[in-house]
């Protein structure tokens, strides 16, 4: 089993759309939470960090982290064309700078 | 925020030549590093952790006399292919540690022909 499950999709959605991203974690060790955003050829960029469980907000963008059910989510309310990229969730056990355990990635495509 | 710039974006190089990446930290002083290989449609694979002033700690799998890894500062590292081969072609992309978590390069597609 894989430490962090992500349906890579690809997930089609309507301009205005909610879109629900989410990952699974089998490593209870895990308690800092990411998502980056990565667009074709360029390197992940950090949408949002949250630690343990619970939820953080900003902007149109919503993380949420069940420590319980080892489940993590990312929420675009209102989304646009340009959030049309490659979601990926990372995970990591301790507060140093240790490595990073990524999901595979979603793709998500926003149309107009 | 932090900035981590990599060089170079994109290079084509001849099998049996060598390659180096540069992974630059702007803004901040930059203690561990990461290296990782993309292919296409998958996550990214971690292939070695730099400690500045030190050897780098290579993940299992990944040969460390053909990914030469060199940390001889707090704002640069370098990913060095020895002796490329076509199955070395994938995009590589360094992470550096900063004050808020990873903050990552733009990456290089490294094309072997």
């Known amino acids: 089993q894989k430490e962090v499950e992500q349906d890579p999709g690809p997930l089609s959605v309507p301009e205005g759309a909610i879109v629900s991203l989410n990952c699974t974690y089998s490593n209870s060790a895990f308690q800092y939470f990411m998502w980056y955003r990565q667009y074709s050829r360029k390197g992940p960029e950090l949408l949002m960090y949250t630690y343990s469980s619970g939820n953080k907000e900003d902007g149109r963008f919503t993380a949420q982290v069940d420590k319980s059910s080892k489940y993590i989510s990312l929420f675009i309310r209102d989304s646009q064309p340009s959030d049309s990229a490659t979601y990926l969730c990372?995970?990591?056990?301790?507060?140093?700078?240790?490595?990073?355990?990524f999901g595979r990635g979603t793709q998500l495509t926003v149309w107009p | 925020g932090a900035v981590v710039s990599q060089h170079p974006s994109r290079v084509i190089c001849k099998s049996g030549t060598s390659v180096k990446i540069e992974c630059r930290s702007l803004?901040?002083?930059?203690?561990?590093m990461f290296w990782y290989r993309q292919f296409p449609k998958k996550s990214l694979m971690l292939m070695a952790t730099s400690n500045e002033g030190s050897k780098a700690t290579y993940e299992q799998g990944v040969e460390k006399d053909k990914f030469l890894i060199n940390h001889a500062s707090l704002t640069l590292s370098t990913l060095t292919v020895t002796s490329a081969h076509p199955e070395d072609s994938s995009f590589y992309i360094c992470?550096?540690?900063?004050?808020?978590?990873?903050?990552f390069g733009s990456g290089t597609r490294l094309t072997v022909v």
């Open positions: 992470s550096a540690g900063d004050p808020d978590g990873y903050t």
């Open positions: 990372a995970m990591k056990a301790g507060s140093t700078l240790g490595r990073l355990y």
């Open positions: 803004d901040f002083q930059a203690t561990t």
